[in-house]
């Protein structure tokens, strides 16, 4: 199998909005790779039709080499998925939760509590498997939810937003453990965020989305140069958006600014 995501002219409508419009893409095994773009770009979209929640409008893709529509269980089979939203249970222990993780999951029974105590080892939540999970912080959290789609071991992981919301430094623990994994498993990562920090960091690959449309895809230094010199992911992203960040549009100024001086230099 040569590719782990293979999507081609996938295409999502919701009445009049066309959240996903005829993406074509392809995430070779082993890859991290990022969609990036601001709220409603159509990046939570995308994964939900990839994880088999959502079905496409038109168009087709697989994952791990099946069939979205028609494999749909295989699919299911050989991905792991962190929401956007909360998915664990905060009147549990982290432990309860891995363990219905690795039921519904599959994970045979006999290899399931070896299963669960490495995988906190793994997150560093070692000393917390035994507390309730709503007595977590937010980062903690976050990397329980990644102990517990990766329990059952997914050749494929999607993690929508996985730092948002996070404290720097929670942002960056769960980055380190998510490369950590990545290099323990090979696994394949397709991840969403709009922290062009995190994709220039994380990812090997990124994609920009605008309104449904990929509008940019390499990798980070690719597309930082075709924005100008010393471009950062920030003008990049503003470049191919015409949206700023967290600065409203002062990246975009400063991206047309070089372009000028470029042109008149
Ligand atoms: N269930 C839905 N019903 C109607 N519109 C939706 C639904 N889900 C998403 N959309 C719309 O599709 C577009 C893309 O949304 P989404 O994929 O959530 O973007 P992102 O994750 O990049 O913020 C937005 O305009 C959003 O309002
Ligand atoms: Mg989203």
Not at 62 to 78: M, Y
Not at 254 to 265: E, I, K, M, Q
């Amino acid at each position: 199998m040569a590719h782990a995501i293979e999507c081609s002219a996938l295409t999502r409508r919701f009445e009049t909005v066309t959240a996903v419009d005829s993406l074509s893409l392809e995430v070779p095994s082993g890859e991290m790779f990022g969609l990036l773009g601001p709220n409603g770009a159509g990046k939570t979209t995308t994964i939900k039709m990839l994880i088999t929640l959502l079905e496409p409008t038109s168009g087709h893709a697989t994952v791990a080499g099946h069939d979205i529509v028609r494999d749909a269980r295989a699919v299911r089979r050989s991905i792991g998925y962190v929401p956007q939203l909360l998915s664990s249970d905060g009147t549990l222990t982290a432990r309860e939760n891995l363990d219905i993780s690795g039921r519904l999951y599959h994970v045979p029974r006999g290899e399931r509590r070896d299963r669960i105590d490495e995988s906190l080892e793994f997150m560093g939540l070692s000393d917390v498997g035994d507390r309730l999970v709503r007595t977590f912080s937010g980062g903690m959290i976050r990397r329980l939810e990644i102990a517990q789609a990766m329990l059952h071991r997914p050749a494929v992981l999607f993690l929508d937003e996985p730092t948002v919301g996070l404290d720097p430094v929670a942002r960056r623990a769960v980055w380190e453990h998510v490369r950590r994994l990545r290099e323990r498993d090979a696994t394949t990562v397709m991840l969403t965020t709009h922290y062009m920090e995190e994709a220039a960091e994380l990812c090997e690959r990124v994609g920009i989305m605008h309104l449904g449309n990929l509008v940019a895809l390499g990798t980070p230094a690719d597309l930082e140069a075709q924005v100008g010199p010393g471009a950062t992911l920030d003008a990049v992203f503003t470049h191919f958006t015409g949206t700023g960040l967290e600065d409203g549009g002062s990246f975009r100024d400063v991206a047309r600014t070089r372009r000028t001086a470029r042109r008149l230099g």
